[in-house]
């Protein structure tokens, strides 16, 4: 099985030049059915919010964003609503340098970052992968059993350690598909 990671970013001619045959398949918000179910945006619905029992959200970005704390503003959980994949992220310009995420809807403790990461974005995600995408998994795995697969994705960083980027989701279904998920 072959599945890597590009950036969305490349031009499509790069990534054909680079990977002749390839099935490139974009995973982002901007990707096409069913491929887009795999965007942490999308709205599966549903999904238990880490840390937060009785609480569930549409999207993966939605519980992301919506646990996070700014110096001008605490969690939003209308982000936990949100099922259009658009004006989820809430940003430092609007609310104030980011302080960390809430453990949990009622937690009192700040999660740092790296926290954050292993306690709510891949609890979440995992969860997505686990129940909402079996079938595409398994598309994806026939897909790479005679072809390679490029994934495409805005963030290609798959180190879970590397907290100078963004993750990759990207990087997570490959780790999925590899048996290699990290916690």
Known sequence: MTILVESKRK???TLAERYP???VLDVTSQGQQPWVKFSPFYPHGSIPVPLSPGHVAAS???IWQGLK???NADID???FTNTSMRGIK????SNGQVHGHRAGVHGTTLLAYREARYQIYLPAYRWVL???LQANLQQLRDLSASSTVV???YETNTDLENLSKPLSHAGLIVKYLNDQWPC
């Open 60 to 62: 993966v970005e939605g």
């Open 151 to 153: 994934l495409l994705d």
């Open 69 to 71: 704390v700014f110096a």
């Open 21 to 23: 045959g390839a099935q």
């Open 90 to 93: 809430r940003t430092v310009r």
């Open 11 to 13: 031009k499509p001619a």
């Open 130 to 132: 686990d129940h909402c």
């Open 77 to 79: 959980l209308a982000t």
